[in-house]
């Protein structure tokens, strides 16, 4: 599917929500998307990117910064803590962090260079055991411990069972957002995104219809 399409898509889903047009952020997910596909989007003017590897966008990034000017790139893949210090430099904003240890690392490191990317927290809706995030039930203690380290969360992230309805997922990610006065809310990919934006979306993240199917090779 075009990305004129996707926008499309996203317009008339912001329209049936009654939100502002414009509202939501499309994070294009180019995670081991072949090169010309990426130029091909960057080509038609979008500005705002997803990788899940910290190696493969060390890899991409910075040499399509410099070609295309500046470029928005969000890690939304599981981040180790020892690689955390190369994703505060290359990174506008982490949609994942999910654990105390990370929390600790990406408070020092932001503490030294004076500036942290937009942080998400990522939550376990489905409280399944091979996904990260944190549960639902720890979600509002581990807002407030990152709160209390001085990190800039700017909201929520989750991930939904595949095999399940996207919907309660969302409705539990923003009233759990509510609560806790976070305004972003990361959710809704290729399947589903625009019943995230009918849940409050504020970033889907949308990999394959734009770019087509991931070939892991
Ligand atoms: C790969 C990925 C996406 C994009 O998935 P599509 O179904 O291709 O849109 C979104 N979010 C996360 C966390 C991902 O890992």
Same mark, same amino acid.
């Given at each position: 599917m075009s990305l004129t399409e996707i926008r499309a898509r996203i317009a008339s889903a912001e329209r049936a929500a009654g939100r502002a047009e414009g509202s939501v952020t499309l994070i294009?997910?180019?995670?081991?998307?072949?090169l010309d596909r990426v130029e091909a989007v960057l080509g038609e003017g979008h500005r705002v990117f997803g990788e899940n590897y910290v190696q493969e966008a060390q890899a991409k990034w910075p040499p399509l910064r410099a070609r295309f000017g500046p470029v928005e790139v969000h890690m939304i893949g599981p981040l180790q803590t020892n690689k955390a210090k190369v994703a505060v430099e290359l990174f +506008?904003?982490?949609?994942t962090l999910d654990r105390p240890s990370l929390a600790e690392k990406l408070a020092r490191l932001a503490e030294a260079r004076g500036s942290c990317p937009q942080l998400f927290v990522q939550v376990n809706t489905g409280e399944e055991p091979q996904k990260a995030g944190v549960l639902p039930a720890d979600a509002d203690g581990f807002i407030r411990d990152c709160r209390a380290l001085g990190l800039p969360l700017a909201g929520l992230m989750c991930i939904p069972p595949e095999?399940? +309805?996207s919907r309660p997922h969302f409705a539990m990610l923003a009233a759990l957002a509510a609560r806790n006065g976070l305004a972003g809310l990361s959710m809704g990919m290729s399947g589903d995104f625009e019943a995230a934006i009918a849940a409050g979306a504020t970033h889907i993240r949308v990999g394959s219809a734009i770019f087509g199917a991931r070939n892991y090779g």
């Open positions: 294009a997910v180019s995670k081991v998307q072949p +506008d904003a982490i949609h095999d399940q +309805d």
